[in-house]
């Protein structure tokens, strides 16, 4: 009969972790038969490039992250890079020749700086926003723009349970005390948040991660949304605004700038909340009407507030910056109690900037490689499977043109003495975009359709990858 010790030895060849790590990770059968399989069906793709376009050149701004220059300069592209935003004047130089160009939320391209851009076919928002991006101009000047829905959602989530715990016990302000020399150890109005109710505006990605993060620290959550959106956990949804504003002891804002959401937090929304009750604004600064916060605080209606977001930001880091030069009230805001400022910091960790870079950079490459539009914010999304690697002789098209009747015809007639292998065209209001692979062709045929599709008259733009 084998000992135990024998028996402890054979399980442990058997498993084959003799010479792993105490904290190694078993790999699950499923797992490696699937990864196995996908190596051996996957096909190798072949490699496009631009015909009369040259090298790609990238203008990266803002300090983007190491991971999306990582991704261009892997792709053989020119990578300019910069940790600033631009001023208006040296930004139209320098977008003259880009072919794609990655921004934060500080840069503003505007119709003014975008009209100069001879080359741009592509903008990448390292961000969740795009209000700092002229989308329409850009669209109608054939330039995709591209964003991060996603990527930053956990750390914006995250910073808000901070700051609703930090509101709760009045942490901002017995810091700054202790940072003076002074001891106030007080617990008047100082809560636990557990059996409180938090009511979130917006349920998208960052709202939902927030309901979850809540519900785990024992908090109540309702939420309001335009959309009826299947709630999280034991969340529930409520029919208005005002009903959520009646019943929340923390309001945070989670929606996009619009029209509609300018100033969706003023006096009489304050009114309608309970006395006591916290706001906390991570989405964007027009949502919140600060000056009537400013108020509603003074009057004692709001017992503490945390934002993260303003309707006017530096341009850059520095001292005296946040002033009320820049916006109005800053002075006022700033000399309220248990009051959070934060310097849009919502989405700036190492973990959501590093997958904002892969996810954005990552986009950008196969918009520029293969015209693939699919997640873009201000362009007709279309996408076509890659071209296999032994496809000889074959040409994509992609042809951007105004949304108006018959321009099909006069493209699919420049097409037709060729074999069209595949085509997919959609539209997004006034801009138009078709792909196209053209088999059995060589540099001569391929001229001829750049220059027969450049004069159409209603071309945006063309390019062609071969």
Known sequence: MSSPQQIAQSFQQALNLSGSPSNAVSTSPTQSYLSQYMQLSKKPTKALKPFSTGDIKILLLENVNVT???????????????????PEDELIEKIKDVHAIGIRSKTKLTQNVLQHARNLVVIGCFCIGTNQ?????AAKSGIAVFNSPFSNSRSVAELVIAEIITLARQLGDRSIEMHTGTWNKVSAKCW????????????????????????AMGM?????????????????????????LSRAD???????????????????????????????????GTVVDIPALVQAMKA??????????????????GEDLFVNSLNSWASDLCSLRNVILSPHIGGSTEEAQSAIGVEVASALTKYVNEGNSSGAVN???????????DAENTVRVLYIHQNVPGVLKTVNNILSNHNIEKQYTDSRGDVAYLMADISDVDLTDIKSLYEQLEQTPYKIATRLLY
């Open 68 to 86: 999306a220059i990582n991704i261009f300069k892997n792709q053989g592209y020119q990578v300019e890079f910069y940790k600033t935003s631009l």
């Open 133 to 137: 991006v002229d989308l329409e101009f």
């Open 192 to 215: 636990e948040i557990r059996g409180k109710t938090l009511g979130i505006i917006g349920y998208g990605h960052i709202g939902s991660q927030l309901s979850v993060l809540a519900e």
């Open 220 to 244: 109540n959550v309702i939420y309001y949304d335009i959309l009826m959106i299947m709630s999280l956990g034991n969340s529930k949804q409520v029919d208005s605004l005002d009903e959520l």
């Open 250 to 284: 923390f309001v945070s804002c989670h929606v996009p700038e619009t029209s509609e959401t300018k100033n969706l937090l003023s006096g009489p929304q304050f009114a309608a909340m309970k006395d006591g009750s916290y706001v906390i604004n991570a989405s964007r």
């Open 300 to 317: 004692g209606k709001i017992a503490g507030a945390a934002l993260d977001v303003y309707p006017h930001e530096p341009a850059k880091n």
């Open 379 to 389: 362009f007709p999304e279309v996408s076509l499977r890659a071209l296999d690697l």
